[in-house]
């Protein structure tokens, strides 16, 4: 089943709005989560590491005023995307890393596909 | 220079037969690992196998194991007798363990397998 969840799965709005999108670890605390961003037919780009607590780690070229990120529990991170407009459209996944017997391994929720008008 | 290189854009194999994914990755960390993940259209990601640079053994999980060859830096991934179900874009991806971001994921470009009937 799936471990990790995201809220919404897709989303439309108009250019100018901001738009909060949920990702959540469902049976394990996550002290770090992170956020990409895939362009159709192209791999997944890094936007920020979240870390429960403090403030997150933008990757070089991602505004950390455009797209805000929250993490406010072990089992919650937001990305909040700020006066949305068309270029901002795209699919986000976030992901959560689980510890297990010395290993971790990323889990990622089912992305989130934002289109805005 | 790209830190995950995967060279086939697309491969094509006919269903029950193997088929091999290439990936090769640069690092100077002596301390890694090792990713396969698989994204069908509906765009979730899929953990598929995992290889720690330490590991003696290669990685095996179900129809996929992984062929590591650390001196040539290659993590190939190689999927038994395949299934129409396979068809999808496969991502091998890097956790290096420096910049005090251990979970930090970096992606290639991704291939798409097509399965045959």
């Known amino acids: 089943g799936a471990v990790v969840s995201q809220h919404p799965s897709r989303v439309i709005c108009k250019s100018g709005t901001s738009v909060k999108i949920e990702c959540r670890s469902l049976?394990?605390?996550?002290?770090?989560m992170f956020w990409y961003r895939q362009f159709p037919k192209q791999s997944l780009m890094l936007m920020a590491t979240?870390?429960?607590?403090?403030?997150?780690?933008?990757e070089q070229g991602v505004e950390k005023d455009k797209f805000l990120i929250n993490h406010a529990s072990l089992t919650l991170s937001t990305l909040t995307v700020t006066s949305a407009h068309p270029e901002d459209s795209s699919f986000y996944i976030c992901?959560?890393?689980?510890?297990?017997?010395?290993?971790?391994?990323?889990?990622f929720g089912p992305g989130t596909r934002l289109l805005v008008l | 220079a790209q830190k995950i290189t995967q060279t086939q854009p697309g491969m094509f194999v006919q269903e029950k037969e193997a088929v091999t994914l290439d990936c090769t990755y640069d690092?100077?960390?002596?301390?890694?690992?090792l990713f396969w993940y698989k994204q069908p259209s509906s765009g979730e990601m899929i953990f598929l196998i995992y290889?720690?640079?330490?590991?003696?053994q290669n990685a095996t999980e179900g129809r996929y194991s992984l062929n590591f060859q650390k001196a040539r830096k290659s993590a190939n991934l190689v999927i038994s007798a395949s299934q129409l179900g396979d068809s999808a874009m496969y991502f091998c991806a890097m956790r290096e363990n420096s910049g005090g971001s251990n979970y930090k994921l970096t992606f290639g470009k991704g291939t798409l397998l097509t399965v045959n009937p």
């Open positions: 979240s870390n429960e607590g403090s403030k997150a780690t933008y």
């Open positions: 049976d394990f605390q996550a002290t770090t």
């Open positions: 690092t100077s960390d002596p301390s890694y690992g």
């Open positions: 290889q720690g640079s330490y590991d003696q």
């Open positions: 992901s959560a890393t689980r510890s297990r017997g010395g290993r971790e391994t990323q889990y």
